[in-house]
């Protein structure tokens, strides 16, 4: 059963992000967790404020064993890697990986080892191959692995780099990437009421 | 639902992937730690089970194995490979004066109060190699406190406190470090404190004079002094809800009436029992003062 959506994104995420959010329907509860890279000087707390402009469901900077709820919508803070225990949160700021903190490696590799065949991974627009290794490690544990169409993208290094990586279950162009993971969760619902 | 998004392929059920295997590993993770407290006495089996996994993972890949098993029969038979995982287990990484903001309103909240004591404990609790001591030694300086302070920085590893107590840190942080010093409200220039040598930056002797550099751990040990501030930031976030509230008990106890905590920008006494003995100093600083 889907228990849970992870988010990375790079150079052009936040309207991507803000793209794919809005055009998640109303009814949809599974949490969505991001990792998106910032500079480590940016203010806690914008990425999140911005976000929220843009959409109805909460929007939180994930803080240390900050429990995961349902239809909320979390950041990863600047600085710190994001991990996903089972039902909550843990930080780290061990070093960067791949020049990045976070890591949507490390936030990735964290949600498949917790939640196993309930996570839904997508990787957005980006100009590094961050992401890649964590989609795998998705897929791996039977998750789902979803790509950003690197051609329609702002940036194509990180879809691309994210398909050389894995068998993904869908590359979608941006404007289609909600209502495909609402869809996915509609089955995975029904799938759970008719058991 | 439109049909231009298509129809999705099912989640793969739980039939497709490797059976149990991360069960296994969990098996031979929770193996390993007890193995290390029982030889060593090290006490890690109440850490954050997400980021003690990929450290662990880390060391494994170092030491040029590919199981969990495989580095426990290597650790338990080889005190140097031990040496080497406590490295990896201990070191957090930091930086001088990161989160300026925190400094600025350390100088703004927490200094007046120091102001008014004859004399200060600090704790810095987890210290790692020092960067954020020396920074509090700095901030101490300028603000004319440091003659009548004693700062207690400990650490679980001796390693790290003997790299902590010799002051070099890397010449090519000081830009990073600089600009923090100025956000943090710093009143001189940066590089009074430090002597670029070819091997790192040098900070001054002056510094540690009163600082006690000592092997403390916060998982077994118990209190050691009554303490007006102890400054604990992002070092329990590696720690399990039951550690925290353990550790949270400690620096409670280890708090004078009026004592302030700092604890790192994520971090919060929101989760833990002590909360009520606290009120807030600055709540997105994490800064809090016992009251009782």
Known sequence: ?195 | MTSSVGAPREPAGTGERPPARDDLEEIELSLLLEGVYRQYGFDFREYAPASLRRRVWRRIHAEGLTTVSALQDKLLHDQACMERLLLDLSINVTAMFRDPTFYVAFRDKVVPALRTYPFTRIWVAGCSTGEEVYSLAILLQEEKLYDRTRIYATDINEAVLERARGGVFPLDKMREYTQNYIKAGGKQAFSEYYLAKYDGAQFQRSLTENVVFAQHNLVSDRSFNEFNVIICRNVMIYFDRTLQDRVHRLFYESLATFGVLGLGHKESIRFSPHEGGYEELDPSEKLYRRID
């Open chain 1, 1 to 195: 059963m889907l228990g849970l959506v992870v988010v990375g994104a790079s150079w052009g995420g936040l309207q991507a992000l803000g793209r794919v959010l809005s055009d998640l329907p109303r009814e949809f509860d599974l949490p969505v967790v991001i990792a998106q890279h910032r500079h480590p000087g940016s203010q806690e707390g914008t990425l999140a404020q911005l976000l929220q402009k843009q959409i109805d469901r909460p929007v939180l900077e994930a803080e240390d064993k900050l429990r995961i709820e349902p239809r909320h919508v979390y950041v990863a803070p600047p600085d710190y890697h994001l991990l996903v225990e089972r039902g909550f949160f843990a930080l780290s700021v061990d070093d960067r990986v791949r020049y990045a903190r976070p890591s949507i490696d490390v936030l990735f590799e964290s949600a498949a080892d917790a939640y196993g065949d309930g996570v839904i991974g997508i990787i957005l627009t980006g100009a590094n191959d961050d992401g890649a290794r964590g989609l795998a490690r998705i897929k791996e544990l039977g998750g789902v692995a979803l790509i950003q169409d690197p051609a329609a993208a702002v940036r194509r290094a990180m879809p691309d780099a994210a398909i050389a990586a894995t068998v993904a279950d869908a590359i979608l162009p941006l404007e289609d990437i909600g209502l495909y993971v609402h869809e996915l969760w509609v089955r995975s619902s029904g799938a759970r009421e008719t058991a």
